[in-house]
T-cell receptor, first 114, second 113 residues
C-alpha cells in the first residue's frame, strides 16, 4: 500500500534562510509525486509535481523538489524564504493502479521568524 | 482564482443527521474528487467521479455517497452523521488522469455536535 511520511510536524526558519521540507513515500513502482501548500482559510494550491524525467523539478513561488528513488524521497526546497511562505505544506503520492487517487502526508507547518 | 467553489463554507449538524455538500467544478473539468481533512491531518481521499460515475473510492463507509451531474458539478452526502465526521471537506476538480493539475475549492467546514 502506498503511504507518505512527512517527518516534521513544524519547522521554524528565519526570513531569508533556506528551507527543506522532507517527504518520504512507500510505493512499489515510480509514483507520481506532488507538493501542495495550504494557507489559512485557503484551499490547496499545487506547488510542483513529478511524473518522470528530470529528477529536479521546479515549481511556483521559487520552490523546487528533488526525486531520489534510492531514498524514496521527494524533498521540497527553497533557497530563501519570505514571510508569505508561512503555511502548511503537504506531500502527496498518486499512482495509475489506484485510479490516480492521492495519498497525502500529514503536513508540515512552516513558521517564519522575522 | 481556482474556479472551484464549494457551499456552504461552514455547517453545524447534530449527530445522526444527514448533510449534503456541494461543489462547482472548474469549467472544462470532467473529474471531481472529494477529500476529508481532519484537524491537523492531511486530506483523506473519499471518492472520485468521472463523467457522472464513481471511479475510485477510499476507505470510507457507504454512508458517504456522492453524485456528479451532467455539468460536472458534484455533491457529497453523508448520512447518520457521527462526531468523527467533523472535518474540512475538500473538493478538487481536474481532467481525468494525473497529467493535469487538480484545483481545490476552499472547503466546507463541517462540525457535528
Amino acid at each position: 500500500a502506498q503511504s507518505v511520511t512527512q517527518p516534521d510536524i513544524h519547522i521554524t526558519v528565519s526570513e531569508g534562510a533556506s528551507l527543506e521540507l522532507r517527504c518520504n513515500y512507500s510505493y512499489g513502482a515510480t509514483p507520481y509525486l506532488f507538493w501542495y501548500v495550504q494557507s489559512p482559510g485557503q484551499g490547496l494550491q499545487l506547488l510542483l509535481k513529478y511524473f518522470s524525467g528530470d529528477t529536479l523539478v521546479q515549481g511556483i513561488k521559487g520552490f523546487e523538489a528533488e526525486f531520489k528513488r534510492s531514498q524514496s524521497s521527494f524533498n521540497l526546497r527553497k533557497p530563501s524564504v519570505h514571510w508569505s511562505d508561512a503555511a502548511e505544506y503537504f506531500c502527496a503520492v498518486g499512482a495509475v493502479d489506484s485510479n490516480y487517487q492521492l495519498i497525502w502526508g500529514a503536513g508540515t507547518k512552516l513558521i517564519i521568524k522575522p | 482564482e481556482t474556479g472551484v467553489t464549494q457551499s456552504p463554507t461552514h455547517l453545524i449538524k447534530t449527530r445522526g443527521q444527514q448533510v449534503t455538500l456541494r461543489c462547482s467544478s472548474q469549467s472544462g473539468h470532467n473529474t471531481v474528487s472529494w477529500y476529508q481533512q481532519a484537524l491537523g491531518q492531511g486530506p483523506q481521499f473519499i471518492f472520485q467521479y468521472y463523467r457522472e460515475e464513481e471511479n475510485g473510492r477510499g476507505n470510507f463507509p457507504p454512508r458517504f455517497s456522492g453524485l456528479q451531474f451532467p455539468n460536472y458539478s458534484s455533491e457529497l452526502n453523508v448520512n447518520a452523521l457521527e462526531l468523527d465526521d467533523s472535518a474540512l471537506y475538500l473538493c478538487a476538480s481536474s481532467l481525468q488522469g494525473l497529467g493535469t493539475e487538480a484545483f481545490f475549492g476552499q472547503g466546507t467546514r463541517l462540525t457535528v455536535v
